[in-house]
Structures are given as structure tokens and as C-alpha cells.
């Protein structure tokens, strides 16, 4: 179900440049951006979290701690599809799936990169025979970029100056020391996937909280490719532990008792001043009209264990790891200023699969079969042309765990090990919370999701990396960070 207009909240002002470059674009904002065959190919901008809960931004109207005003601005001014889902509950399989646009589960990657392998000579990372969407506009002319957080391979063939990206400004691993700036030389040595690179070489040591390194390169990115269509694709490690905030950001959240969920708030903050620097770029050279946006967070929230940082999921049950919807169902916003009406929110469940098509679908690029996308273009719904998406599976399986939904209906496989069969089965348009387990009340619905789920697994490769040494055979001398 779409409704016409947003949940109603007071959206705080944005962009931190002065009110004369933001009222040079209020006449371009008025117009439609034209449907034609020589219409000029949209830029693409892809914003992506890092453990972000599902209530971790103010536009989900779920907690009253947070402070993204930016964030908030661009779901106003677009699209929010409050049942937005990506691929896995963790970081690396994901970002290969909505990278891909395929289910990772097709070439074994079912977790993250990890110590252990199916079968010796396996390469971790996704196969190079496999595009990614840097690929396909790399291929349509774009220039491509990704600054940030990447986690798809170790080996530099995997990283992303090899995997369709013209600059690459990160590091390649589960996470990064936000100071690391200041020793990057010495970590290098110590802790190398920490380590931050330009393409294949470590960048010098910055002063600099690594947050706002990303967004003034972001920011420089868009400033020297300003005149040509780009694919700027952002990765904020933020707000995966370790956590680390700047004291002054800090400071505006001393009311918060709990100190763990003080600095997950803080460095939320801090990320989404980036984004407001990274929107204030475009703004400046009035090219909102001609970019595609979309947000969203690689996971659910963590809020226990070793690594948690306090994100906080609710109304959802459980957290990242898990394929109950804390782990799997994110905020989800895509904003098109004079093409997608803005001020709505989408109920229909999409997933990150779905970036891709839709992406390839704005920049006029014909999405072929032999891409083998999983997804669908959105780009129907997001203008209002049609009322809703067709009804279709969406499915989860990691390690000893899988999921599937449609448009009202999922089940969970918590323990695919157990002989007991154990399932759980939601309406889930009308269980948010998943808080009602009626699979005794419904065995023709479990039966028909159990069907299809085993039908879409029996095509997929077996899982081929990760940390389970139950299920892998081998060890791999893999050197990295969670």
C-alpha cells in the first residue's frame, strides 16, 4: 500500500552553505525533469550506513535521540519505503549482493570473508567474472567512484579500482580506527585491511576524524566530475564499532545516560553533517535535479556482544546477524528532485537487489538478461505510475539460518540444523515486530514458503567463506578484522 504523504515531523533546515547557493536552486527544483530520449543522464549517488538500526534516523519517527536533519531532509524531499530490506544481516554479503544484483548466495558468498573455506584454492571475494554495478557504468561512460568502507575480498583484486570503479578512497575490511589518520603509515604494518588507500596506495597520514575524511572526499569527487554523469558510491564505516566520536559532537548529546548509546548518536551525527556536506556540493552546482539518491544501512542495528554500539531496531525484533527483520530491514529513502514526487512513503517490501535495475533503468541503460539481475526497477512506483510492485519472494540464508517473505507473509528457519524442524511463520504486513509465531495456526503457508525457499536455495552455490568451522573445511591464513 502507498499512501500520499509522509509521517508529519518538523524536518530541521540542512546544508551547511549559505542560503544564496540553496535559493539558486529553487527555480530548477519547480520543474520536471524531462522524459526524453536526449534527456541528460542522471548521476548517481548511492549513500550507505554501516549498522545503522532501523530506528536510528530521525525520518523513521522511531526514536526521539537521534539528530539526522540531512538524512530527514532527503526522505522528505523523496521516497520512503518503510519495508526496505537488503540482502544479508551482515556486512560483506550485503554489499555483494546489492553491488551484484544477484543474491550472493549464487557464487557462495553467504558471510562475510572469514578464516575458513570450503575447499582449498578458494579466493574470497566476488568473482570477477561477475560485473558490479561500477561495471555498468563504467561501461555507459559515468565516472565511478567509491569512498569508503569496502569488504568485498581481500586480495587487490578484489578491490574496487579492479571491480569497476575509476578512484577508490577507503579501506578493505569490517572496520577502521576513525582516528587511524594520524598513524596510517605504522597501521599499515600492523593492521593493513585498517588501512587507508587511494586506489592501491596507502594515503599519507591526515589529521583528520575518518568520517569527515570521506566526506571531503566525497565532496572533492563531485566538485572535479561536476561536468560529466558520475557513480559516486559512499560507504561510511559509520556507525560500526570500533566506537569512536569526536568529542564536540559528543557534547550535544551529554542528556543521553547511556555513554555506549551516546556515542552510536554521536557519530550518527556526525555521519549525517557529511551527507549535508556531500547534498551541499550538488546544491551548490544545481545538480539535485540531475541525481539519483538513494539511502540506506548495509544491516540492522547491533546493540549487544562485543561489538555492539547501542543502534537500536525497534519496532523490529533482534538485531544485525539475525534474519528475523532487526537484522535484515533497514531505512530506506530515494530521492529524485522534479522526477519522484517527493513527501511519500511505500509500503511494498523492496530489497537492495532492486538499486541496480533501477539505477541502470534512470541513466537509460538497458538491463539485459544475461545480467542475471535478481532485482526490480522502482522507478515505476517512485513516480506514481503504477500503485504497486508485483508480489514476489524475498529470501535470507546465512549459516544455519534462512528467511523468506512476500508481500504479507514470512517465515524463519532459525536453525536449519535442527532435525525438529523448528520454523516460525508472521503475517508480517500486520507483525512488525514478529511477535506472533502462528505457524501452528497456518501449516499451508509454511508448506508453500518452505517450497519456495528450498526451490530458490537448490540454485544457489554452497556457502564457500566465512566463520563457520562446523560447515568449512579448511583454513585460509586470512588476516583481517571482522
Known sequence: ?????????????????????????????????????????????????????????????????????????????????????????????????????????????????????????????????????????????????????????????????????????????????????????????????????????????????????????????????????????????????????LEEDLQRFNHIENPKRRLAVAMNYNMDHNVGRIIAKLEEHQLMQDTLIIFLSDNGGKFLGKHGNESYNHPLRSEKGQVWDGGIRIPFSVTWKGTIPAGRTISDPIISLDILPTALAAAGIEASKEMQLDGVNLLPVLKGKTEHLDNRFLYWHMPNQAAIRDENWKLVMPNLADTNAHYELFHISSDIGESKNIADAHPEQVARLKAEFDAWSNDNMPQQWGWDKNHLKYTNGWRGRY
Open 1 to 245: 500500500m502507498m499512501s500520499s504523504t509522509i509521517n508529519k515531523r518538523k524536518f530541521s533546515p540542512i546544508w551547511p552553505v549559505a542560503a544564496s547557493l540553496a535559493m539558486m536552486s529553487l527555480p530548477c527544483a519547480a520543474a520536471v525533469q524531462a522524459e526524453s530520449a536526449d534527456a541528460k543522464q542522471p548521476n548517481v549517488l548511492l549513500i550507505f550506513a554501516d549498522d545503522l538500526g532501523y530506528a536510528d534516523t530521525g525520518f523513521q519517527n522511531q526514536s526521539n535521540d537521534v539528530r539526522t536533519p540531512n538524512l530527514d531532509r532527503l526522505a522528505e524531499d523523496g521516497v520512503i519505503f518503510e519495508a526496505g530490506y537488503v540482502t544479508a544481516p551482515v556486512c560483506g554479503p550485503s554489499r555483494a549482493g546489492m553491488l551484484t544484483g544477484r543474491y550472493q548466495q549464487r557464487f557462495g558468498a553467504h558471510d562475510n570473508v572469514g578464516p575458513y573455506i570450503l575447499e582449498k584454492g578458494i579466493e574470497q571475494g566476488v568473482p570477477a567474472n561477475i560485473p558490479t554495478i561500477g561495471h555498468y557504468f563504467q561501461d555507459a561512460g559515468y565516472k565511478t567512484a567509491v569512498i569508503g568502507k569496502w569488504h568485498d575480498g581481500d586480495a587487490k583484486q578484489f578491490w574496487p579500482q579492479n571491480r569497476g570503479f575509476d578512484e577508490f578512497f577507503g579501506f578493505n575490511n569490517g572496520a577502521a580506527d576513525y582516528f587511524v589518520g594520524a598513524r596510517n603509515e605504522e597501521n599499515s604494518k600492523n593492521a593493513p585491511f585498517s588501512s587507508i588507500y587511494h586506489n592501491d596506495q596507502l594515503v599519507p597520514p591526515f589529521d583528520e576524524y575518518l568520517t569527515d575524511k570521506f566526506g571531503d572526499e566525497a565532496v572533492n569527487f563531485i566538485e572535479t566530475n561536476k561536468d560529466q554523469p558520475f557513480f559516486l558510491y559512499v560507504p561510511f564505516n559509520a556507525i560500526h564499532g570500533p566506537q569512536q566520536a
